[in-house]
C-alpha cells in the first residue's frame, strides 16, 4: 500500500462498488483491516455466514483473514471507508485491549455510534484526509514532507483510536489484561495474522514466545476455546476461500502465495479441512454466487 507512503488509504464508495462488483459481491479481506462509517443509505453484509445489517450511523469493521459478501445495499449506500496494513494497526490493539477482546471485534464487527460519536469521528477523517491531499502536493524527501507524513499518521492513529473507544463503549471491552496466559494468547493472535500466509506449524508460534508446543497449545486451548493448531487451520483456510472466489489465480500461484511445497501438498491440506479440492471449491463457490 503505497499512499505517499503511508500506510492506509482511504477508499471511495464508488471504487468499492466497482470492486463488489467486479468480485460478484465478495470481499477479499485477507491482508488487511480497516472499517467503514455508514453516513448514508444501509446494506447487508455477511461476514463467515454471519448476517450484519449496517445503516446510518454505524460502523463496520473488518479484521484480517474474513470473508465477506454484500448481500445488498441501497442505491444512496456512503460512507467513509479505509483500509490499512496490519502491523500500523495490530500495535495498538496490542498496547490497548487483549486478545480475548481482539477476537470479539472480530466476530461482531459493527456498533451504532451516537450522534456525538459520528461527528467526532467524521471530523478526524476529513482532517486527515485533508492532511494527506497537502502531503500529495509536497516534493517527496524535503523537510516539509517528512513533517507532514509525520503529522498525518500521528493523526490517523488518533482515527484509530478513536474508533477504539468507541468499539470498547459500545461493546463494554474489559481493559488489558497482564495475566502471563493472556499475554501469550494475545501474542500468538497478533503472530497469525502477521505470518499464518507463511508459517502453519504450532511449534513455530511456540518457539516464538520459548514455549514447548503442548503448553503453549493448552494455554491457547484455554483461553480460546480452541486449539493454536484449529486458529491457525482457520486462518489459512478461510484466507484460502477468499481468494479462491474472488480472484483468478491459478490454484499452483495460491499454493505458492501461501508457502506450500507444491500444488499437490496444497490440495490435499485444502480437502482434509474443507473436504473438497480446490477447483471444485471454487467451480462450487461460483456456480452459486
Known sequence: MDNHHLPFEYITVEDAAKAIKNQENRIAMANVCGFFLCQHGSGDVSLNDKTFHIKAGDVYFYMPSTFVCVLNHSTNLNGIAVKCEIDFVLPMLEQLIDGGNILRMRENPCISLQSEQQRSLENLANLVQERQRQLGLCTPDSATFHILQRLTLTLAESLFHELLLDYACNQSLQPQVHDNRDRIFQTFLVSLFRNYKRE???????????????????????????????????MVISSVRQVLTSTDLSIKEIAMEYNFPSQSFFGKYFKQYVGVSPKEYRKQARATA
Open 200 to 234: 502453519r506449524e504450532v511449534s513455530f508460534y511456540a518457539a516464538e514466545q520459548c514455549l514447548s508446543p503442548r503448553y503453549f497449545s493448552s494455554v491457547v486451548k484455554e483461553k480460546s476455546g480452541h486449539s493454536a493448531l484449529q486458529w491457525i487451520v482457520q
